[in-house]
Structure formats: structure tokens, C-alpha cells
């Protein structure tokens, strides 16, 4: 149980266009996800806390308008980033809250290049 | 000072050895505590979760919670090249404004050769 799934995996657009992100809690209702990214040889870095039907809360220094997140559902949120540029390259996982606990479950993550 | 520190490592094994694995914390309110493996290019996945001071064992894993002195750590016994990975530790308050969220480690690169 607890699964967590991330599409797509990996993707690589042009500088300007506007790449989505989907995380999908497979087995079980997630009021809330989180997205984070992750460079190199480094931890994770939250980036936003998305509770289902209302507005993410972002971490300070993340810009919401380029970092769009969406909570439409118990099973599904998104993550659009807009506008892509190089340095925002990086490898974006997202992980789901189960029930009333900490414990979070983390999706397999997505590899973004922006050419 | 950062809430949650790891030693990066790397750290470099045999295959069969005892791993010891440590994070040190200074957020006295932090009470539930876990342990996450990253594979290369994936997401984390979660280990082991414990609450408040304490031993869990789970396998070939033990995770211990020292709460009197922050401190925590993951034990792998007969360690595997499968073992072969990153582990990060997380650990949240559980309550307030930040119900949810983790706090990580950097992460220690564990290395088990055959």
C-alpha cells in the first residue's frame, strides 16, 4: 500500500514553454501533498504544501506564479511549472500525507531539462 | 545552525558489516521521527517511522530515538550491495502551523561493496 505515482518521468522542452506535473496517491486519500526539488548530491528542498480544494502555502523564495500547484482532488495534485528557463532544471518528486500522520510517501520523481 | 544535520559520508562498507547511521537535531519538539532510502534518479522511500524516544525494529533495520540528546540512528546489520544508497533522516513536530511537514537531513551516501 501507499503508493505514490509521478508523470512523466522525465521530460525535456524548450526554454519559454510551460511543463505539468501530475502525483497521483494510488491506494489511499491524500489531504495533503507536498512538492519539493532536489539538485545534485543535495537533501530534498520543500518547495510547497498543497491541501486538497484550497491554495498551496509556497516556502519563502519560491515563486508561486511560476510554480503553479494545483489540489483538485484526494488522489491528485499538479505542479505546473511556467515559462521554463535552464535553471529550472532539476529533479521535482512529490509525496503524499497519509491519514493523520507525518508519514509522508514520496512518488517516484520527474527529471526536467529545459534545452 | 541547520534544524537536522547528517554527515553526508560518503560512507563505504563491505558487504555483511553493521551500517550506523546518525542524524543530530536541535528542535526539542520534534516527535516523530523517520528514516528514508533514495535510490540513484528516484523518490525516497520511507524506511522506517517512529514516535518519540525509543528502539523499532523492523528486519534487518533498528532505528533508535534518543530524545534526551537529539539524536537519532538507523542500524543495518548484514548490509547487502542492494543496500547501496542514499538515507536520509526526517523528522516532524506533528502539530501547529507545520502538521505535515518534514524536516531532512542532507542525506548519507552509503556504499556496501561485495
Known amino acids: 500500500g501507499a503508493v505514490v505515482s509521478q508523470h512523466p518521468s522525465r521530460v525535456i522542452c524548450k526554454s519559454g514553454t510551460s511543463v505539468k506535473i501530475e502525483c497521483r496517491s494510488l491506494?489511499?486519500?491524500?489531504?495533503?501533498m507536498f512538492w519539493y526539488r532536489q539538485f545534485p548530491k543535495q537533501s530534498l528542498m520543500l518547495m510547497a504544501t498543497s491541501n486538497e480544494g484550497s491554495k498551496a502555502t509556497y516556502e519563502q523564495g519560491v515563486e508561486k506564479d511560476k510554480f503553479l500547484i494545483n489540489h483538485a482532488s484526494l488522489t491528485l495534485s499538479t505542479l505546473t511549472v511556467t515559462s521554463a528557463h535552464p535553471e529550472d532544471s532539476s529533479f521535482y518528486i512529490c509525496?503524499?500525507?497519509?491519514?493523520?500522520?507525518?508519514?509522508?510517501?514520496f512518488g517516484p520523481g520527474t527529471r526536467l531539462t529545459v534545452l | 545552525q541547520k534544524e537536522v544535520e547528517q554527515d553526508p559520508g560518503p560512507l563505504s562498507v563491505p558487504e555483511g558489516a553493521i551500517v550506523s547511521l546518525n542524524c543530530t537535531y536541535s528542535?526539542?519538539?520534534?516527535?516523530?521521527f523517520m528514516w528514508y532510502r533514495q535510490y540513484s534518479r528516484k523518490g525516497p522511500e520511507l524506511l522506517m517511522y517512529t514516535y518519540s524516544s525509543g528502539n523499532k525494529e523492523d528486519g534487518r533495520f533498528t532505528a533508535q530515538v534518543d530524545k534526551s540528546s537529539k539524536y537519532i540512528s538507523l542500524f543495518i546489520r548484514d548490509s547487502q550491495p542492494s543496500d547501496s544508497a542514499t538515507y536520509l533522516c526526517a523528522m516532524s513536530t506533528g502539530r501547529g502551523s507545520t502538521l505535515g511537514r518534514l524536516y531532512f537531513g542532507r542525506g548519507t551516501q552509503l556504499t556496501v561493496w561485495p
Open positions: 509525496s503524499a500525507r497519509q491519514g493523520s500522520t507525518d508519514t509522508q510517501y
Open positions: 491506494d489511499f486519500q491524500a489531504t495533503t
Open positions: 528542535n526539542s519538539a520534534f516527535q516523530y
